[in-house]
């Protein structure tokens, strides 16, 4: 078949398929599938929720006529077949983030109004999974050649830790190629490495600052942040972002307020614990080992390349590393500080290690690198990405958009070889009412599904074409 006729054949089953497609989608998505490891049992790993949805996906791709098998509730898998046992992957999840506060739809049902499905899951990521698994049957009906098996993966742990591909590929190969729906278009070739790290102060004598605390978690730019201090707050001077309150008995406190971003964005944001730390310094609401302290806290916090503590660096495929300090917070005697790091290629973690532990050892604190992950990277120019590439272009006809890599980190890091494969595409605008991933009234567009899953069809043939080993 010609890619023309793979177009309109895969138009032809999202047309003929619809309903069936949107149903299959809200089977999933009316189950609660969050992590409650207080309810973790043989054949639920991560609690029932998450293996209800796992087993329902299994059942809807068994359905399709695929032999599928589920591995003790921490994974699921079911093949398409090829000439050879050489597999092409691609990998979804089943688990979700809870629904939290602010819906106003159903957040366990989906919903259709004006051309979109709510419901949690819908985007992120069980609507785009039984996209891409509609678009695996399809292809089987197509008269194209399969040298290779398709393995489809069905997680049930991405939100939290990842721990079901880390069991997955301790008993089971990798796929030769793999990529998951679970992005952006048109095709992510790489993710910087991840770095997580924590100063800690040597023990405060005579504080100034009887507690702090910022931020929520390590990998965000925190939004707020608070001390309470040793001071007359009727001295002390107001200031943009900063509220300061009479706390009684001499004391002070101080709240700083932000802007929230996600470590892999950090210019998004304001950082609460930068505001704070400034604060405190101008005015003087520390004590020299205090000072010392913050004063290296500022250093990191202030400059989100990392410059401030020698880390500044960037490559050709991942640009600029960049640095956020998480969470402050005071422990027993002594002050904590956090921090998250996205670096490219031109550092390793060791260099990453020493400049600050350097920084730490000369007032006294201590560093630990608390979470390493190495940078994943497929050249852009590697066939396969360039295949998908070309698929995404071949059925939107957008060629302003190019391959790309990201600060956050999906499945596809974790296999021999991998990318994520939409099904955002982020320059189109969506409604105000239309929640993203992990927002109330999480929606996405019929159109997206339906343009992403021709997508999907095609790049899947195609890269039956390609030489694999």
């Not at 932000?258 to 950090?266: I, Q």
């Not at 614990?273 to 250093?299: D, K, P």
């Not at 343009?451 to 069809?457: N, Q």
Request: charged share 20%.
């Amino acid at each position: 078949m010609q890619r023309e006729e793979i177009i309109s054949a895969a138009e032809a089953y999202w047309d003929e398929n619809r309903d069936a497609i949107v149903a299959d989608i809200a089977k999933l998505v009316e189950i609660p599938s969050t992590e409650d490891l207080a309810a973790a049992a043989p054949g639920a790993p991560y609690g029932p929720g998450p293996a209800a949805a796992l087993e329902k996906a299994l059942e809807i791709a068994e359905g399709m006529g695929m032999a599928a098998t589920n591995c003790e509730g921490h994974i699921g898998f079911a093949d398409l077949p090829g000439e050879t046992d050489i597999q092409l992957g691609i990998i979804g999840h089943m688990d979700v983030v809870p629904a939290g506060p602010g819906w106003s739809f159903d957040p366990f049902k989906v919903t259709e109004k004006d051309g979109f499905l709510m419901g949690r899951g819908c985007l992120d990521d069980k609507g785009p999974s039984v996209v891409a698994l509609h678009a695996v049957k399809c292809l089987a009906g197509l008269d194209v050649p399969r040298p290779y098996t398709i393995r489809f993966l069905f997680g049930a742990n991405e939100e939290t830790s990842m721990a079901d591909v880390a069991w997955y590929l301790e008993n089971y190969e990798s796929s030769e190629f793999i990529f998951t729906p679970d992005a952006d278009f048109p095709v992510c070739y790489g993710e910087k490495g991840g770095y997580d790290g924590c100063i800690t102060s040597a023990p405060i004598v005579d504080p100034v600052i009887l507690d702090i605390s910022g931020g929520v978690v390590t990998n965000a730019v925190p939004g707020e942040a608070w001390a309470l201090v040793r001071a007359d707050a009727s001295a002390l001077p107001a200031a943009e972002r900063i509220t300061v309150e009479d706390a009684g008995d001499g004391t002070a406190r101080i709240d700083a307020t932000g802007v929230n971003a996600h470590a892999a964005w950090p210019e998004r944001g304001i950082s609460a614990i930068m505001l704070l730390t400034n604060y405190l310094l101008e005015n003087g609401l520390c004590n020299q080992q205090e000072r010392e302290f913050l004063e290296l806290v500022r250093s990191l916090v202030s400059d989100t390349t990392g410059a401030g503590v020698g880390i500044a660096t960037a490559d050709e495929y991942f640009g600029p590393l960049t640095v956020v300090g998480g969470t402050i917070r005071k422990e027993g005697d002594c002050l904590v500080q956090t921090l998250d790091s996205r670096w490219p290629t031109s550092i390793t973690a060791d260099e990453i290690t020493a400049a600050l532990t350097k920084l730490a050892d000369a007032i006294g604190a201590t560093f630990e690198n608390t979470l390493l992950m190495v940078p994943f990277l497929v050249k852009p120019e590697d066939p396969e990405i360039q295949v998908l590439q070309d698929a995404f272009q071949a059925v939107t006809g957008d060629t302003d958009h190019a391959p790309f890599t990201i600060g956050g980190g999906t499945y596809a890091r974790e296999f021999k070889k991998g990318a994520s494969f939409g099904i955002n595409m982020p320059w189109i605008e969506t409604p105000a009412w239309v929640g993203g991933e992990h927002a109330p009234d999480e929606g996405v567009a019929e159109d997206l599904l339906r343009t992403s899953f021709v997508i999907y069809v095609l790049a899947l043939a195609e890269l039956q074409t390609l030489k694999i080993s």
